[in-house]
């Protein structure tokens, strides 16, 4: 079983610490450092846990499984800008670590693994893998490859401030981004401009914000 604690930690205590936060640094060393350690202990922890129950359809079975951050993504985007906008930011980061510590932690303490059944054997720290070029190879894609997606999926709902729209739509960009239909990008202009919490229309210039001075 994967101990509570790995999944409960460093998320929880990354939302406390920013919402105490009065400086850039402050958020650099909880939203940064600490999140991103406390994400990469769920996912690493528990990425692996599902294939081991299939004999079959590992692939669909594995699918299912992750495709819950598309709907986390969803629901969290729009939850965290309506709490940001009745409580406070401070607020909006202390119940989403309650939120992370109640649902982590409930995953944690159910997850069974089948190591011993399936003859898994895992080292913590396997440092002759730094001798393999294959190794560094797929660092390489895996670090590029969430960088690119990280710095579009933290960013969308900046850049539709920066371009007019309002708070809300901002979160709703953002929420239809991680949702990732097919037909994402003509869904999320359309529930864009029909958003209710908006009373202005849809900005005129869709340059970036150089271009429209």
């Given at each position: 079983?994967?101990?509570?604690?790995?999944?409960?930690?460093?998320?929880r205590?990354?939302?406390?610490?920013?919402?105490?936060?009065?400086?850039?640094?402050?958020?650099?060393?909880?939203?940064?450092?600490?999140?991103?350690l406390?994400?990469?202990?769920?996912?690493?922890?528990t990425?692996?846990?599902?294939?081991?129950?299939?004999?079959?359809?590992?692939?669909?079975?594995?699918?299912?499984?992750?495709?819950?951050?598309?709907?986390?993504?969803?629901?969290?985007?729009?939850?965290?800008?309506?709490?940001i906008?009745?409580?406070?930011?401070?607020?909006?980061?202390?119940?989403?670590?309650?939120?992370?510590?109640?649902?982590?932690?409930?995953?944690?303490?159910?997850?069974?693994?089948r190591?011993?059944?399936?003859?898994?054997v895992?080292?913590?720290?396997?440092?002759?893998?730094?001798?393999?070029?294959e190794f560094?190879?797929?660092?390489?894609?895996?670090?590029?490859?969430?960088?690119?997606?990280v710095?579009?999926?933290?960013?969308?709902?900046?850049?539709?401030?920066?371009?007019?729209?309002?708070?809300?739509?901002?979160?709703?960009?953002?929420a239809?981004?991680?949702?990732?239909?097919?037909?994402?990008?003509?869904?999320l202009?359309f529930?864009?401009?029909?958003?209710p919490?908006?009373?202005s229309?849809?900005?005129r210039?869709?340059?970036?914000?150089?271009?429209?001075?």
């Amino acid at each position: 079983m994967i101990p509570p604690l790995t999944l409960t930690s460093s998320p929880r205590v990354s939302f406390v610490g920013a919402s105490f936060s009065t400086h850039i640094w402050h958020l650099l060393l909880s939203q940064g450092l600490c999140f991103g350690l406390g994400l990469g202990f769920c996912f690493t922890s528990t990425v692996g846990v599902v294939p081991q129950w299939f004999t079959k359809k590992r692939s669909f079975a594995n699918s299912v499984a992750t495709s819950g951050s598309g709907f986390g993504g969803l629901t969290y985007s729009l939850a965290t800008n309506a709490m940001i906008s009745n409580l406070g930011l401070a607020w909006a980061f202390r119940i989403l670590a309650i939120i992370a510590f109640v649902v982590n932690g409930a995953c944690s303490l159910i997850v069974r693994d089948r190591n011993k059944a399936v003859g898994a054997v895992h080292i913590p720290f396997h440092k002759d893998l730094f001798k393999k070029s294959e190794f560094w190879l797929f660092l390489g894609w895996g670090f590029f490859s969430i960088l690119s997606y990280v710095i579009v999926v933290f960013s969308i709902t900046d850049y539709a401030l920066s371009v007019g729209f309002s708070a809300s739509q901002g979160s709703l960009a953002a929420a239809m981004f991680n949702r990732k239909p097919p037909h994402g990008p003509l869904l999320l202009l359309f529930l864009i401009l029909i958003d209710p919490a908006h009373e202005s229309s849809v900005p005129r210039t869709w340059a970036t914000p150089d271009r429209a001075r």
